[in-house]
């Protein structure tokens, strides 16, 4: 009866209110979609264009074709730093998922309202400007920052350790930095995760070893994947941190990016560097999506 009755109600329906409501979504739709086309398709494209064109002394050739941006990124220079760029962005993900799982895990046993606070002690530093967060490691890892002072009172050390100015202090920047975005989808998975499961492994005769390793870790594996996909491709674009922690000494491809556009204003290998970056980081993604789908296939096959 209700389904007659609802047929009879779209067709009494006049045409105009029917084409609104059909319309409507795409009406709301429209003002993002074109902001994201002219801030962000556009200029992706025009890179996309300028990176197979010549670098002259007015800019940007645009009457010749060259694949040489490219061929000059195959230089050894480049591809140490964008090596570089790809070791400290595994790295700092790695590190950062090793720290996040345990604290997620100790989050997710608490109270609701213990929750929340633990999670704005960490979303927090979040809200702050992330030069402001790199120069206040600077002032803590530096050779008369809080740490040498304090190993060197204790007797630890004679001589102040380099904490900055090298890949260990864009790693801790960006550990820090970067933390929130592998905690809260590990956060989220565990508080939802049956605990029976576990007890249910260990009755069964599973080391502590044996049920983190085949029955948490394949349940949490897509919210970890996520959370280190986020951070892997936060830490490759990442400019302010590497410039201020790693400086000269340690260039990424985000500062030498910042120097061939600004500095040398060679756009064209600017833009065959950005593009550079971003084949790799979605070729990443990729592999970490199919990661994540092979541990789901595992776990449902088992």
């Given at each position: ?58 800019g940007v050739g645009r009457s010749e074709w060259t694949l040489a941006n490219y061929a000059k990124l195959v230089d050894t220079y480049y591809l ?90 864009i790693v801790i920047g960006l550990v820090h930095g970067h933390f929130m975005f592998v905690l809260l989808p590990l956060w989220a998975a565990l ?91 979605l070729a990443c993604i990729v592999a970490g999506q199919q990661v994540t789908v092979s541990g789901r296939r595992k776990v449902v096959s088992s």
């Amino acid at each position: 009866m209700s389904s007659r009755t609802t047929d009879a109600a779209a067709v009494e329906m006049p045409a105009p209110r029917r084409a609104v409501e059909r319309y409507l979504p795409v009406l709301f739709v429209a003002p993002l979609a074109l902001v994201m086309l002219a801030m962000f398709v556009w200029p992706l494209l025009e890179s996309v264009v300028n990176s197979f064109h010549p670098h002259t002394p007015g800019g940007v050739g645009r009457s010749e074709w060259t694949l040489a941006n490219y061929a000059k990124l195959v230089d050894t220079y480049y591809l140490g730093v964008l090596w570089r760029t790809f070791r400290i962005s595994a790295i700092t993900a790695l590190v950062t998922a090793v720290l996040a799982f345990p604290m997620a895990w100790y989050i997710s046993e608490l109270r609701p309202r213990a929750q929340t606070y633990w999670l704005l002690l960490f979303v927090t530093p979040w809200m702050v400007n992330v030069a402001v967060k790199a120069f206040g490691w600077s002032l803590i890892l530096g050779v008369n920052g809080m740490i040498n002072r304090a190993l060197r009172e204790l007797a630890l050390i004679e001589s102040p350790m380099r904490l900055t100015f090298n890949e260990l202090g864009i790693v801790i920047g960006l550990v820090h930095g970067h933390f929130m975005f592998v905690l809260l989808p590990l956060w989220a998975a565990l508080a939802n995760f049956d605990r029976t499961l576990i007890w249910a492994a260990s009755n069964l005769g599973a080391t502590s070893w044996q049920v983190f390793t085949r029955v948490v870790l394949p349940l949490t594996l897509p919210a970890l994947m996520a959370g280190m996909i986020i951070n892997f491709t936060m830490n490759m674009t990442a400019f302010a941190t590497p410039a201020l922690l790693g400086g000269s000494r340690a260039r990424v491809m985000s500062y030498l990016a910042y120097e061939v556009n600004l500095v040398d204003l060679n756009w064209p290998l600017g833009a065959a560097m950005a593009m550079l970056l971003l084949i790799i980081t979605l070729a990443c993604i990729v592999a970490g999506q199919q990661v994540t789908v092979s541990g789901r296939r595992k776990v449902v096959s088992s």
